[in-house]
């Protein structure tokens, strides 16, 4: 198909017993759209669309010159890559509402928001038969920071978080930097981004007052070790009985080469933002013929990872499977399995 060149960096989320993947597709245009994919045991395919779900139809989604990409493109490369569109999207399962960071890449690379409503994402499966239908569906939320470019962002509620969070002056309703659906700012949300070579966190309930903010450092590069050049958020973070799991990336040298691999990191649920563990090393690295070369070489990259017999939104203990679902040299899809307790260490599970 022209617009599933290459698939890579799906969103995961599980509903009622079967898996649903919303992958990015690069298409022979060098425009990326969101595509559909979705199983019960999660390795063989049930069904598949023909068609993406979601696809660049606002200004930032795309550039202005897009044909002249193209041609930049064919000088620098002898072929299109990746021109704009709508990129690695996450998907939270909030209530009876799916929420979907994604980068719009446009004149700008920008973190923006949009929402499904799971009985509208359900009906849409079996009675959209086109992307313009389907783009109906979706609510754009738009650019989350209006003048940042920001990518690689996890969307997930904190409702037993304690810390009380710095409150701004200015007057409600002003906000010029950041923009979001006007129900997470009335609820307990988190939301970690990354401000390269770091990852920030930024709670809602800062915003309620109104002013600008990227939040605070969560994590950072740690120099000399796999992850010593830059770390970003993976997959929204599962809900364990041990704290939030996050599966992120990092980036760092192997044999003086880019690589991107995989890591776990724990926080506790009163405090998101306190890290109780850290892998020292990689959960998993490009090994395969299919993660070290390809269209971009020694990546595993993940946006989606789901319970394997549970849904999204419920909670794991250390006999839980899951599924990372990833992209292998940003050409193609694999997925891998752990459980719950070969991930996080003993001493933090009794």
């Known amino acids: 198909l022209y617009w599933e060149k290459l698939v890579y960096n799906a969103a995961a989320v599980r509903i009622n017993g079967i898996t649903y993947l919303l992958y990015r597709a690069l298409g022979e245009d060098g425009i990326s759209r969101i595509g559909l994919w979705w199983s019960r045991n999660g390795y063989h395919q049930d069904g598949r669309l023909l068609f993406p779900i979601f696809g660049p139809r606002e200004d930032y989604e795309l550039p202005r010159a897009t044909k002249k990409r193209r041609e930049e493109h064919r000088k620098l490369y002898g072929m299109v890559r990746e021109v704009g569109g709508t990129e690695d999207p996450r998907v939270t399962l909030i209530d009876d509402t799916l929420y979907m960071t994604y980068t719009a890449y446009g004149d700008m690379v920008q973190l923006a928001m949009a929402k499904i409503e799971v009985g509208d994402f359900l009906k849409g499966i079996k009675e959209c038969n086109s992307c313009e239908e389907w783009n109906s569906l979706w609510v754009r939320n738009g650019p989350v920071f209006k003048t940042l470019g920001d990518k690689d962002a996890v969307l997930f509620p904190v409702e037993e978080h304690k810390v009380q969070q710095r409150q701004m002056s200015s007057r409600k309703g002003e906000n010029k930097f950041v923009t979001l659906f006007p129900e997470l700012l009335e609820g307990k949300f ?138 292998a040299a940003d050409e193609v899809m694999g997925v891998a399995e752990a459980k719950i307790g070969e991930l996080i260490p003993k001493e933090l599970r009794e």
């Open 190 to 327: 988190a939301l970690i981004h990354r401000i390269p070579p770091d990852m920030q966190i930024l709670y809602t309930e800062e915003l309620r007052n109104v002013g600008p903010s990227v939040g605070t450092t969560f994590f950072m590069s740690r120099p000399g070790m796999w992850d010593g050049e830059k770390v970003g958020a993976g997959a929204p973070p599962l809900r364990t009985k041990y704290g939030w799991l996050h599966i992120y990336h990092g980036v760092g040298k192997r044999n003086d080469k880019k690589v991107y691999r995989l890591g776990v990191i724990l926080t506790s649920f009163d405090d998101p933002a306190r890290i109780l563990y850290a892998s020292h090393i990689p959960v998993l690295e490009p090994e395969e013929d299919y993660e070290v070369n390809g269209w971009v070489p020694n990546v595993v990259f993940t946006c989606g990872v789901v319970p394997k017999h549970k849904d999204s939104n419920e909670t794991l203990d250390e006999n839980d499977a899951i599924m990372v679902y990833y992209g």
